[in-house]
């Protein structure tokens, strides 16, 4: 026995069993501070095996995370877009109260707007972390060169597509859905997978702080062959109500990506997108394994807070649309799981209240014993997993443009626009979100309690940086785009929509 398993056994003989007292006693150790494995991946909705959104999903490593740790099943992002809800989350602000709305280039923002936060890896490395970083932590970026200890330089090997395997649209390097004939370690997430082994082969002097941001199942979604070939039967389509829209106001509509899905049905093309949706899911399941494993067989396995999220959802074809950037389930949903491995829990531990990523910032401080800044908003976490049955009050909130919010609790959804128009769904027997249930004057009280959620004040909108303002809310509310093409999409359509 090496004095790693001896030390392993002697606190498991400790114990005595109790997963509260397990918990206490080895956080009371103090000695050693838990280490953070901080994995993102990139526009991964809920179509995994832990989260049941596809039934053929294979995703077999994130799956055991889930197994093992605690699964949020009804967790959401603080905006459906990469930039603001990675915003959100790593500076632990709600747009509503950075205005940080839309997309940055997060170089350009004013410097006196970032000033006021800190970033959770800057705040481990403020408290003694070594922080490493690979892939896509920020969007657009590899963030701020004051919060990493190192920073993975990515290899910049082109990627050969084989489209007849799949669909692209055109010569589109990002609209493509197809396999592709690299070597694996040719692709990026492979790297940045790689780089997060190497770091936990390390000795490490102090705690550290290790994010891994996979970028699959972002567009393009290309992959090796193998992860295709996992995907190789019929794809079942996703549940789709045709006239879904109708009973949605114009903001609402102006959410929807009409023009992708109008192309793909266009090319009879949805099937092998979804094919590829899920073949890249596998591959960044692949990938996140390999780090998983690489943390089992280290020093670090039982000392380590694992945390694992998608920035959002995604659309498949649900609501005539495709991508994120809407306020229904499918862009808000996200996967979110919490491992405490300093914490014997017993296995399927599952949580279904509403949380939020805005909650990581806080919860990851409490669990590694760092003080949180006063600012920092969301709820701390970490009592759910001492008991995932725990109710909360406060609902799950996302923001998509300035005046356009959704309010998230167990059971219900309530959204409204910039214009005051609403949407009310109830998820006891609506989870697609098909009914809009807010014209109804029964659910006048119901929409109330959920409204007093709504953010009282909303930050100005940040002008500095502003890279993508596609959305229709109170900065930019003209809806003409909107309806003109709702009447293009609408010629296509028998009988046509309202
Ligand atoms: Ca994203
Ligand atoms: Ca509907």
Redesign the pocket.
């Known amino acids: 026995m090496d004095r790693r398993d001896f030390l392993k056994r002697c606190v498991a003989v400790g114990v005595g069993g109790s997963v509260l007292s397990n918990r206490a006693l080895k956080v009371d150790i103090g000695s050693k501070r838990p280490n953070v494995l901080f994995i993102a991946i990139?526009?991964m909705n809920d179509w995994t095996g832990f989260l049941g959104g596809h039934p053929q999903a294979k995703t077999p490593n994130m799956d055991r995370l889930a197994e093992k740790g605690l699964n949020f099943r009804n967790a959401h992002c603080s905006a459906p877009?990469?930039s603001p809800?990675?915003n959100a989350l790593l500076f632990g602000v709600e747009p509503f109260n950075s205005g940080l709305y839309p997309f940055y280039t997060t170089k350009d923002i004013d410097p006196d707007v970032l000033a006021k936060y800190t970033t959770l890896p800057q705040l481990f490395m403020q408290n003694g972390y070594n922080t490493f970083g690979a892939g896509?932590i920020h969007?657009g970026s590899s963030g701020f060169p004051a919060e990493w200890t190192d920073y993975h330089v990515k290899n910049g090997a082109t990627l050969v597509y084989n489209p007849d395997a799949g669909y692209q649209q055109g010569t589109s390097r990002k609209m493509a859905f197809c396999p592709t004939t690299n070597p694996f370690e040719d692709h990026p997430d492979h790297q940045v997978a790689s780089y997060g082994v190497d770091i936990l082969s390390r000795d490490h002097d102090k705690p550290f702080f290790l994010a891994v941001g996979i970028v699959k199942p972002?567009l393009a979604f290309v992959c090796p062959q193998q992860f295709f070939d996992m995907h190789s039967g019929p794809i079942e389509p996703p549940s789709i109500k045709a006239d879904d829209l109708v009973d949605i106001s114009w903001p609402g509509r102006g959410n929807a990506r009409l023009n992708d899905d109008l192309k793909f049905r266009g090319d009879e093309a949805w099937e092998k997108v979804r094919r590829a949706y899920l073949a890249c899911i596998s591959w960044a399941d692949y990938n996140v394994g390999r780090v998983l494993d690489a943390l089992e067989a280290s020093d670090y396995a039982d000392n380590t807070i694992i945390v694992l999220w998608?920035?959002?959802g995604y659309h498949l074809g649900e609501k005539r649309s495709f991508r994120?950037f809407s306020l229904w389930e499918e862009a808000c949903r996200v996967p979110f799981i919490i491992r405490d491995t300093r914490q014997r829990a017993p296995k399927g531990r599952a949580s279904d209240e509403a949380v939020s990523l805005i909650d990581i910032y806080r919860t990851l401080t409490t669990l590694a014993g760092v003080e949180c800044p006063d600012y920092v908003d969301g709820v701390d976490l970490s009592a759910w997993l001492d008991d995932p049955g725990r109710k909360r009050e406060k609902p799950a909130m996302t923001s998509w443009g300035r005046g356009n919010y959704t309010v998230r609790t167990r059971n219900w959804r309530y959204t409204r626009y910039f214009d005051g128009s609403e949407e009310l769904y109830d998820h006891r027997n609506d989870g697609q979100e098909w009914t809009n249930l807010a014209a109804s004057p029964e659910y006048d009280g119901q929409k109330q309690a959920l409204a007093k959620w709504l953010p009282e004040k909303e930050a100005p909108l940040e002008l500095q940086g502003k890279a993508l303002h596609s959305v229709v809310d109170a900065d930019q509310p003209d809806l003409a785009g909107t309806k003109a093409l709702w009447d293009k999409v609408n010629a296509t359509i028998e009988p046509p929509l309202d």
Request: glycine share 8%; hydrophobic share 0%; net charge neutral.
């Open positions: 990139d526009d877009g990469c809800s990675r896509k969007h972002h998608s920035d959002h994120k």
